[in-house]
């Protein structure tokens, strides 16, 4: 390589960005790609560090009259993030507002559908989004980026970069986060001139690259892991995580509580360990980004019971699960739905757990659940406490009412949420077993 020229084209820079952040011992990375010239610097990256590939679909709002202003952000996932600063100093409404959001919202389901498909976005709950992309000039998207992943919810953020100007840490500051950059030239002049081949990357080598980083690392587990969406009877596709060692001894279908996703992060810690135990974990969103505004819809016990249902079903059939024994873990409101879904399936569900649940939700469903059930309950949890006692004495299957002491309804407490996860693991390794060559009843 001769003149000013770092790099020979993206996936070169993008093994040489990789070994430098390999040297940083980062925990539980995910990488983003920012679309396109991104994609192709993030792919080497992510198959360096053995991490997640997922496509950074962020737009910018831009201000009315003004795009190039940008007054927030908008991601794919529905996180709108403003700055409140500048749209209070440029007097911009709140009908403005709702318009360059949904002009931005339907741009970011193009590309979705363009990139993704059915696959839900890559989980970031308590782990390391590296954003990433081919170089920085303004920063705007890579910005945009890192607060949409902090909203998600990202322990940390990163945005690594092959090059960008002198001086560009100090003038974003904490917007970015940390910044990972090769090469920090005083005399910019742009991305492309560091590079020689600078040319466009086309939308069908995005797609490839991000196929590529998937099937390689499916190749490492026998169910079909990963982010996807899950089709719902009602014509609804509810985003879901599907993880599992190489041979997992059950699937565990979490059933998240009110207000809560399957990015929940008491669920999130308790699906990790018990991958650690050797089970499968499936953790998917019970409603819509939309549906969720609607409180009536979070206690719609009946309501969440069919989703359930309905996932249940597709992870039969898809998730490379058949003869697999299967288990609900239950939370608050979840774990009504849990009850109600594992008495309409009868012995298909091989066990329930249910954590600071309430079981009184699922009504008279609850005399007809014969799927071995553990109730934990935070003894500082006085009316759930209660409520679990009182289901205890109504559950005609083997039951167990764990209390978990000076614990409250969330287990915030140290070391509750650890007692939580050896209760669940204990329970689950004692009653869900696998049966070679057993017809599964049906679910629903």
């Known amino acids: 390589m001769s003149g000013r020229f ?86 911009i409404g709140r009908d403005q507002i709702a318009a360059i959001v949904e ?20 989980e970031v ?31 940390d953020v990163i945005v690594a970069v092959p090059v960008c100007p002198s001086g560009t840490q100090e003038r974003l500051g904490d917007a970015i986060g940390s910044l990972v950059c090769l090469e920090q030239p005083r005399r910019f002049g742009g991305v492309g001139a560091w590079y020689a081949d600078f040319s466009q990357t086309s939308d069908q080598e995005v797609v490839a690259l991000l196929r590529a980083a998937r099937d390689e690392r499916s190749e490492q587990t026998p169910i079909a892991a990963g982010e996807l969406l899950i089709p719902a009877a009602d014509g609804v596709r509810l985003s879901a995580t599907l993880r599992g060692p190489s041979e997992p001894s059950g699937l565990v279908i979490f059933v998240h509580g009110s207000g809560s996703s399957r990015l929940s992060p008491r669920n999130v810690a308790v699906a990790r360990r018990l991958e650690q135990r050797g089970f499968a974990t499936l953790l998917f969103d019970l409603l819509t980004p939309v549906e969720a505004r609607d409180r009536r819809n979070v206690f719609d016990v009946e309501l969440l019971t069919r989703r359930l249902l309905d996932a249940t079903a597709w992870a039969r059939s898809h998730a490379g699960a058949d003869g697999m024994p299967f288990a609900y873990f239950g939370a608050s409101t979840g774990a009504a739905a849990a009850l109600r879904a594992a008495a309409t399936s009868g012995n298909a569900i091989g066990a329930v757990v249910s954590r600071g649940g309430r079981p ?48 409250g309804h969330l287990f915030e407490e140290p070391g509750a949420l650890e007692q939580v996860t050896r209760l669940t693991g204990d329970w689950l390794g004692r009653h869900l077993r696998r049966s070679p060559g057993a017809d599964t009843p049906p679910t629903g």
Do not use: H
């Open 6 to 91: 770092l790099f020979r084209d993206r996936r070169d820079s993008g093994r040489i960005l990789a070994g430098r952040l390999g040297e940083m011992a980062i925990e539980r990375p995910v990488v983003i790609g920012l679309p396109r010239g991104g994609v192709p610097v993030a792919y080497e990256v992510a198959r360096a560090l053995d991490a997640p590939l997922d496509i950074g679909l962020v737009r910018k709002l831009g201000a009315p009259k003004q795009p190039e202003l940008g007054i927030g952000a908008l991601g794919e996932d529905g996180t709108v993030i403003l700055d409140r600063d500048t749209i209070g100093a440029l007097g």
């Open 103 to 122: 002009r931005e919202r339907a741009e970011i389901e193009r590309q979705r559908q363009l990139y993704r498909g059915d696959l839900a976005p890559a």
């Open 125 to 155: 709950t308590g782990m390391t989004a590296i954003v990433v992309d081919d170089g920085l000039a303004t920063g705007v998207t890579a910005v945009a980026a890192a607060a949409v992943m902090r909203a998600r919810g990202a322990a």
């Open 360 to 407: 009184d939700l699922a009504g008279e469903a609850l005399g007809q659940v014969t799927a071995p059930t553990l109730l934990v309950v935070g003894g500082a949890d006085r009316q759930v406490l209660e409520l679990n006692e009182q289901a205890a004495r109504l559950l005609p299957g083997a039951c167990e009412l764990a209390v978990v002491p000076g614990a």
